[in-house]
Every structure is written in C-alpha cells, then in structure tokens.
C-alpha cells in the first residue's frame, strides 16, 4: 500500500481535515511503517519543504579555533558537544540553515539538531538497538517542533523529545547527549584545541547564507509562535520566554531567563540530586537580527550536580561573569570548569538540559515546575 493510502487507512480520524491534509502531503518516497504510531497524523503539520527539503549535514568538516576565528564573532552561539575527550562546536550560524549534523564525537556517533521554531538545541546518542542512525529532516513539524527521520527505517522522531513517533521505533526513545549553547568567545577560551564544524558543509549553494538570520525578530518579547503551533498555551509563561529546562528523576523545572539575568545563579535540589543552575551573558540570540553576530545579548547557561567529591557547594556570582563556591571560594565558568582557586581544574558533573521557548517545553511536559 502507498504512503498516502496507507495513512489515511490508519489515521485516528480519517475525516479530520488535518488529518487528511497531512497524509495528502506525503509521497511514494517514503518507505514508513505509517501503520505504527503513537500520535494522531492530524498533529503533523507539513511545514513546506518537502523530505530532506533542509538538508542534513552528513559529512562533516572542522576547523581549528584559530581558522574559525576568522568568520565568528565572539558572541555568536554555539552548541557544545563534548565526549572522550573531543570538544566540538556547532555553530547556530550553520545549524539554522541544516538543523541536522551526523557527525561522531570521541568515537561516539552522535546527531546535533536545532529546531529554530522552538529554539531547541539538542543532541543525541546515534546508536539504537544495535543500529548507528543517520537522520534527516521530514518535512513536518509537530507542535512547531521539527520531525526528523532515521534512514535506517524512516521511523519519525519528535526532536524536542527524543521520542519515535511514527514507523518501526515508534514509541521508543533515543539517548539525549549534552549540547549547552554558549558563546564563541566560552568556548574558545576553554577549548583552544577544540574543533569547530566549517562553512565547508558539502551544501555550496548555501555558503553565502551563513551567518544570515531567516527568522528575523521571531523571538521578540510578547511575540507568537508561528502557525505550526497547535498545542495547548501554558499562560504561566509567555510563549517565547526562554527557560532552562531541566528533567530528572524526582521532577521536572524550568528556570526563566528573565529571572536567571537577575540571579545569575540558583541552586536548588531535584528528587536527590543538589544542582546549581548558571546564567551568564555575552551570548547573541540567533532568532533576532538579520545577522546572528549582531543579535541582542540572551545570555548563556549551564546546569550542573553541585556534589563534588561527595561534598556539597553552594554557588554565588562572581567578578567577570564567572562563578563562586562559598565553601572554597573557586571561581566557575558556564561551562562548569573551576578555572581558580583551590579546585582550579576540576569540572562539575555536566546535567542535560535545554534552552527552549517555553511554549514548545511546556506542551510536551505540562506537569513543569516553573522556578522564578
């Protein structure tokens, strides 16, 4: 049976105009399980380009911090992803144009997306069910958040999530991996031999993009989600609020960066574990002006488990956007490494976490907490 038919056949509500709508958009490309699935298609909204129409990177190529230097001003974000060893930086520039990098990081595959609409920026685990994954975008959003898919199986894959939720993986999940979003200047001070992924992305046609913001002003205070969006509006917040969204055993957080840029720092304790959440300025949104460089200053965040060789530290702000722990008086980054005092060297156990619009947070775990 053909994509289209076999959506339909197995739709929830095969007269739902959305539902109808979002089948009819699907061609003979596809080979999906589309009989599995853990979410009515009505959901799905086909968000203009067609399969693979934002193309994915899949051969990765990275420059030293020194050649990456001379294309990326100090503010700019960039996504982080370190493991083994190996520091990675992603730059927004490039990820708001691909959403997608298959790459591997210390031996570690790994898949690095960004969803500009949600302003999520996560990174998983590529190895499933004895399976290295490569992924690509589907063409689809689902509450505004990209729907990417795995060529292995082309089961569908909520980002904001991690969760499948059409094909053969449906109703599985992936590995979330840290990916923190700091500026350039964060990270080549503390990576100076780190590797930052190049313009050179395989995708001539899109080397005079980068840079370029094509979502100018989306993120503007009191501003609405576009029309992808239609889940459930959380009032606690307003929609385009960023928060440090934070999920452990023992409950679920968000901190809202309207109050982060006041505090700078919260520690505070989730089920059993004692974390400390940082916020830092110095970091360019890439959803404000025409060129990211020149985008207002959102500021940048780390979460981190504050026990440290079994002992408990309280933080504070410190001089120069840093950080201190009352107990020893070392001074922190943002990236969780002590970098003076007497633990000068040592790092604090990095916490997942990410820095969504509370809109496309707060519709997939509305039982949230907000912190203010």
Not at 26 to 37: A, G, M, V
Not at 318 to 343: C, I
Request: proline share 6%; charged share 25%; net charge negative.
């Amino acid at each position: 049976m053909r994509p289209l038919a076999l959506c339909l056949a197995t739709a929830v509500a095969v007269t739902s105009p959305a539902a109808t709508a979002a089948c009819a958009q699907l061609d003979d490309t596809w080979s999906t399980d589309f009989s599995k699935r853990t979410v009515p298609m009505e959901e799905l909204m086909a968000g203009g380009p067609s399969k693979d129409g934002i193309p994915a990177i899949d051969k990765p190529q990275f420059e030293t911090v020194e050649q990456a230097n001379r294309w990326l001003g100090k503010r700019e974000p960039v996504a982080v992803v370190e493991m083994n060893g190996e520091a990675k930086a992603y730059p927004l520039q490039i990820l708001i144009w691909h959403e997608i990098v298959n790459d591997m990081v210390g031996d570690t595959p790994v898949v690095v997306t960004f969803c500009p609409l949600c302003n999520t920026t996560l990174a998983f685990d590529r190895r499933f069910e004895g399976r290295v994954l490569d992924f690509g975008t589907t063409g689809y959003l689902r509450h505004s958040d990209l729907v990417m898919y795995d060529r292995q199986t082309e089961t569908w894959w909520q980002q904001a999530t991690g969760k499948a939720l059409i094909g053969e993986y449906a109703g599985s999940s992936l590995t979330f991996i840290g990916s923190p979003v700091v500026s350039w200047n964060e990270f080549r001070a503390q990576y100076p031999a780190g590797k930052v992924l190049s313009r050179d992305t395989g995708h001539p046609d899109y080397a005079d993009r980068y840079g370029r913001n094509p979502y100018v002003g989306y993120d503007a205070a009191g501003s609405s989600p576009w029309g992808f969006f239609n889940g459930r509006n959380d009032t606690r917040l307003p929609a385009k609020e960023r928060i440090v969204a934070v999920e452990l055993e023992g409950g679920t957080r968000a901190y809202p960066f309207s109050s982060l840029s006041e505090k700078r720092v919260v520690n505070d304790k989730i089920g059993d574990r004692h974390i400390v959440v940082f916020w830092t300025p110095g970091t360019a949104s890439a959803l404000d002006s025409a060129t990211i460089a020149a985008g207002r200053d959102v500021g940048a965040t780390g979460v981190f488990d504050r026990v440290l060789d079994g002992k408990r530290l309280d933080f504070e702000p410190g001089d120069d956007s840093q950080f201190r722990d009352k107990e020893t008086g070392s001074t922190w980054n943002v990236l969780g490494y002590a970098t003076a005092g007497p633990l000068s060297g040592r790092r604090l156990q990095p916490i997942n976490h990410g820095n969504h619009f509370w809109f496309a947070w707060a519709v997939f775990r509305p039982e949230t907490k907000v912190v203010r």
